[in-house]
């Protein structure tokens, strides 16, 4: 869960100059929520996508599923420098298309060793969907 949360502040730290200058000068896609509901989501979603791994872990240890957790995570970190770092939303579509099959597939593999560790993940999945349409709906329009 640390290594999550880890990756929680690193991206805040990384969007936190551009959501209060470059994102506010985007048109934003219908259904953008306001700025301030990215934080509470990604906290609760980050302790969620950690409390999943350690309940597989503590079933396979070190498996395959576990490998699928670690790039999708991976792409989640460099999905924020992508968007936000280098002001693209092309680099960011570019990266949470193939994030989100990765969660997909985590999801798969989780519910082979734990189903609630996958349900776990859904919510994330769930949110990261609405997140790759807000990403596609800012390229499209900026």
Do not use: K
Request: proline residues 6%.
């Amino acid at each position: 869960m640390g290594l999550c949360l880890l990756v929680g502040a690193a991206e805040g730290a990384v969007t936190a100059g551009s959501l209060r200058s470059w994102y506010l000068s985007l048109t934003p896609p219908p259904g953008t929520p306001p700025s301030w509901v990215f934080g509470p989501v990604w906290s609760t979603l980050y302790v969620l996508i950690g409390v999943s791994a350690w309940l597989v872990w503590r079933q396979v240890g070190a498996a395959s599923a576990l490998r699928l957790w670690g790039w999708q995570l991976l792409l989640n970190a460099l999905w924020a420098p992508a968007f936000f770092g280098l002001h693209s939303t092309a680099a960011g579509l570019a990266v949470i298309v193939p994030l989100l099959a990765l969660i997909l597939l985590t999801i798969a593999a989780f519910a082979r060793v734990r189903a609630d560790a996958a349900c776990l993940l859904v919510p994330y999945a769930a949110w990261t969907a609405f997140a790759a349409y807000l990403n596609a709906g800012f390229w499209c329009l900026n």
